[in-house]
């Protein structure tokens, strides 16, 4: 019985668990920047050409075997017959329920694979697989069937995520997602990083602004201390860019973040270089709320009526001018 697991780079580590064939990883991040276009995806799913590193399904993950060389250039729904049985892994964290979705989205192209497609109901993270998962444990993870309700619901999602604005993403939430069990915690995680009508910061943001004002005054805090901060839909990175929005902007909520973070490219995350600047003067900031700060976090301003917005959040460009919001308690979208 030739078993394959698709997962995220989170689930890395399940290629040691000797529980398929093989695994291939997917390490898209849909929550940061416009959204890759459908001729991207379609070359990225087809065979292995003359593609950059990295633009083939193939590409990641950990060290293939030798005897699939050659099955790796294949198209993706080529390489998945192939094999008896397909298990998707994902776990609750907005990052792998957004994969999982586009990835359930692609599949529906493809009838022929339904009968052998499962779906893992991960409860955990999946970085935490050596301590959860072994061959013997496995079987205590549940496994549903995927049929036309789940790609139906996965393709809704992905289609409302992929939209130029947020009103389909929105009543996702009024939808039925019980075919999909995990998904409507990570969406309402999604919208809650869209500005508040309030303050205009997302859930992050205001996280770091109550953070500092408890005295956790340097970035390894704000960033690591996740289940402190209690948001989980970016990550270091993306959080990076978060702050240097609230501390370098024309009237800053933060003080004490260096003004040489000005010179880089808040789209340009991961460049070498930029990464290695961030990181040291991050290790140096001691930061502390500005009196805008103060003001936002007591309710008392809107830190976009004095600074600018130029973020993408799925398919929608979030500016001054195109300004969405969502009011987190009523959970109600507030158009510009």
Same mark, same amino acid.
């Given at each position: 019985?030739?078993?394959?697991?698709?997962?995220?780079?989170?689930?890395?580590?399940?290629?040691?668990?000797?529980?398929?064939?093989?695994?291939? *990883?997917?390490?898209?991040?849909?929550?940061?920047?416009?959204?890759?276009?459908?001729?991207?995806?379609?070359?990225?799913?087809?065979?292995?050409?003359?593609?950059?590193?990295?633009?083939?399904?193939?590409?990641?993950?950990?060290?293939?075997?030798?005897?699939?060389?050659?099955?790796?250039?294949?198209?993706?729904?080529?390489?998945?017959?192939?094999?008896?049985?397909?298990?998707?892994?994902?776990?609750?964290?907005?990052?792998?329920? *957004?994969?999982?979705?586009?990835?359930?989205?692609?599949?529906?192209?493809?009838?022929?694979?339904?009968?052998? *497609?499962?779906?893992?109901?991960?409860?955990?993270?999946?970085?935490?697989?050596?301590?959860?998962?072994?061959?013997?444990?496995?079987?205590?993870?549940?496994?549903?069937?995927?049929?036309?309700?789940?790609?139906?619901?996965?393709?809704?999602?992905?289609?409302?995520?992929?939209?130029?604005?947020?009103?389909?993403?929105?009543?996702?939430?009024?939808?039925?997602?019980?075919?999909?069990?995990?998904?409507?915690?990570?969406?309402?995680?999604? *919208?809650?990083?869209?500005?508040?009508?309030?303050?205009?910061?997302?859930?992050?943001?205001?996280?770091?602004?109550?953070?500092?004002?408890?005295?956790?005054?340097?970035?390894?805090?704000?960033?690591?201390?996740?289940?402190?901060?209690?948001?989980?839909?970016?990550?270091?990175?993306?959080?990076?860019?978060?702050?240097?929005?609230?501390?370098?902007?024309?009237?800053?909520?933060?003080?004490?973040?260096?003004?040489?973070?000005?010179?880089?490219?808040?789209?340009?995350?991961?460049?070498?270089?930029?990464?290695?600047?961030?990181?040291?003067?991050?290790?140096?900031?001691?930061?502390?709320?500005?009196?805008?700060?103060?003001?936002?976090?007591?309710?008392?301003?809107?830190?976009?009526?004095?600074?600018?917005?130029?973020?993408?959040?799925?398919?929608?460009?979030?500016?001054?001018?195109?300004?969405?919001?969502?009011?987190?308690?009523?959970?109600?979208?507030?158009?510009?």
């Amino acid at each position: 019985m030739k078993r394959l697991i698709l997962t995220s780079v989170a689930g890395a580590d399940l290629a040691k668990s000797k529980l398929a064939e093989i695994v291939v *990883l997917f390490f898209f991040r849909f929550m940061w920047g416009p959204l890759p276009s459908p001729e991207y995806f379609a070359a990225y799913f087809g065979a292995q050409g003359t593609l950059k590193p990295g633009d083939h399904w193939s590409d990641w993950g950990p060290k293939w075997p030798s005897k699939f060389k050659e099955l790796r250039k294949l198209p993706f729904a080529d390489f998945c017959e192939r094999h008896d049985e397909i298990e998707l892994w994902f776990d609750p964290s907005p990052d792998d329920q *957004l994969q999982l979705i586009w990835l359930l989205d692609h599949l529906a192209c493809y009838p022929e694979l339904l009968k052998k *497609l499962g779906l893992r109901l991960v409860a955990f993270d999946l970085f935490d697989v050596r301590e959860k998962v072994s061959e013997a444990s496995a079987s205590h993870i549940r496994m549903v069937d995927v049929q036309a309700r789940e790609l139906q619901t996965a393709g809704m999602a992905w289609q409302a995520y992929r939209a130029p604005t947020p009103e389909a993403c929105a009543n996702v939430l009024h939808s039925d997602l019980s075919a999909l069990l995990i998904l409507r915690s990570a969406w309402q995680q999604l *919208l809650g990083e869209l500005p508040s009508p309030l303050t205009g910061l997302g859930a992050s943001e205001m996280r770091f602004l109550e953070m500092l004002a408890r005295g956790y005054a340097n970035a390894n805090a704000l960033f690591h201390l996740r289940s402190l901060r209690g948001t989980y839909v970016f990550g270091e990175f993306e959080l990076g860019s978060l702050l240097e929005g609230l501390a370098l902007g024309p009237k800053p909520a933060v003080a004490g973040l260096g003004d040489e973070l000005r010179t880089i490219d808040p789209e340009d995350l991961g460049a070498r270089h930029d990464d290695a600047i961030r990181h040291a003067r991050y290790k140096q900031s001691r930061m502390s709320l500005t009196d805008l700060g103060k003001a936002v976090l007591a309710g008392d301003q809107d830190f976009l009526q004095h600074n600018p917005i130029h973020r993408w959040v799925g398919g929608t460009l979030l500016t001054n001018e195109r300004l969405w919001r969502w009011d987190r308690e009523s959970r109600l979208l507030v158009a510009p």
